[in-house]
């Protein structure tokens, strides 16, 4: 082997050993997050009475591009003594969907996500003018975002307002869809946290 040859050899092999073990660049990894929080949603009877519901939401986020993830969505909320009856109503939601992030830099993150799964709805039906405990499981969706502010490079607040479309009787004893808003706060921990130090998708940190 001619000299030169193996010159650009010990080069490239040299060059490579470096470039794996740099960092990756920042924002160019996706990440997986894991986030729980307090939810609140005004929801209506078939009495046409409103209730106010509170509970928590959870969810599980694999990123897939930095502009694109996979999300799980749990959620329940419930309140009691519904109507002076006793008994109590609840949502409980179980979506999945994509999520879009049409803005990621050091501190702030925006989202867009479309949810899809199902949804168990209890509550008080009025059949002959008695009101008496029912619940429907339906086909749900849920339409929303948010934005995330990271304060640590693993954890950040995540604040969303989601359109919940869920099922449940109306005042003739039909099952009928319906949306309620569902505002939440909660707070969001990321795994890879070094792959997110960057200003913004496809570059480096520069400090």
Sequence with gaps: MKIADKILFCLLFSALQ???QQPAPAGLAPVMDVSLGYSYMRSTTPLSTGLNLNGAVASLTEGITPRLGIRADLGYSRTANVLGTT???DVLDYLVGPVFYPRRDRHLVTFA???FGGARVTGIVPINGVPTKGYVYDFAWAFGGGYEYWFTDAMAMRVSVDALHTSYFNA???VQGRYDIRPAVGLVY???AQRRRGIAP????PE
């Design 18 to 20: 470096a470039s794996a």
């Design 87 to 89: 008994h109590h109503a």
């Design 113 to 115: 996500h479309g949810l």
């Design 172 to 174: 003739a004893g039909a």
């Design 190 to 192: 990321y795994f890879g």
């Design 202 to 205: 496809g570059r480096t940190n």
